[in-house]
T-cell receptor, first 112, second 119 residues
Framework: SQKIEQNSEALNIQEGKTATLTCNYT??????LQWYRQDPGRGPVFLLL?????KEKRKERLKVTFDTTLKQSLFHITASQPADSATYLC???????????FGGGTRLMVKP | ETGVTQTPRHLVMGMTNKKSLKCEQH?????MYWYKQSAKKPLELMFV???????ENNSVPSRFSPECPNSSHLFLHLHTLQPEDSALYLC??????????????????FGSGTQLSVL
């Protein structure tokens, strides 16, 4: 069955460092991969979308890579700040008929 | 704010009650979604409406009944729920409603959710 794995343990890093979150998937050939941020008691907020034919995408301090051979996406936040502390969700979308499916999320804690 | 408003924010109901969750989007989008988020579990897609027609129903129990009277409003009617239905219910919308959108090719705009507790 299709599976999306994100590290369920919280990632703790020091302010100013680069945070790297991982999204691995099995039994899936996604056409799209999205990353969302979710704060406690709020709905997810869209961050980035990357397509299967794109290797990397950047937006300000964010960078996403998509390796369809390794079946993995990496999400980087450079120069991290305490305000970046949140849960980050990856989501995969397939071709027509395959709805967006979310991973369980990884909680990031950036300490000052 | 994201332009997607959900009410109420919190709801406590007994198993014999009937209640409704409401979602309104002010973005002019053409597709709307209901997701369920339980503690320690990923978001689960429940229903999708594209241009006011239901296009997806992920084997959701009949005690959950969606309604989409127009492209801006979405309801989730609840009746005879179980304690395991306690969760955060999230509404989302997307601009496009075609096959690319429904397969994850466009971004979703989420509301803040309704935290539901079933006693």
């Amino acid at each position: 069955s299709q599976k999306i794995e994100q590290n369920s343990e919280a990632l703790n890093i020091q302010e100013g460092k680069t945070a790297t979150l991982t999204c691995n998937y099995t039994n899936y050939s996604p056409a799209y991969l999205q990353w969302y941020r979710q704060d406690p008691g709020r709905g997810p907020v869209f961050l980035l979308l990357i397509r299967e034919n794109e290797k990397e995408k950047r937006k300000e301090r964010l960078k996403v890579t998509f390796d369809t051979t390794l079946k993995q996406s990496l999400f980087h936040i450079t120069a991290s700040q305490p305000a970046d502390s949140a849960t980050y969700l990856c989501a995969l979308g397939g071709n027509a008929g395959n709805m967006l499916t979310f991973g369980g999320g990884t909680r990031l804690m950036v300490k000052p | 704010e994201t332009g997607v408003t959900q009410t109420p924010r919190h709801l406590v109901m007994g198993m014999t009650n009937k209640k409704s969750l409401k979602c309104e989007q002010h973005l002019g989008h053409n597709a709307m979604y209901w997701y369920k988020q339980s503690a320690k579990k990923p978001l689960e897609l429940m229903f999708v409406y594209s241009l006011e027609e239901r296009v997806e129903n992920n084997s959701v129990p009949s005690r959950f009944s969606p309604e989409c009277p127009n492209s801006s409003h979405l309801f989730l009617h609840l009746h005879t729920l179980q304690p395991e239905d306690s969760a955060l219910y999230l509404c989302a919308s997307s601009q496009e409603a075609g096959s690319e959108a429904l397969s994850g090719g466009v971004k979703l705009f989420f509301g803040s959710g309704t935290q539901l507790s079933v006693l």
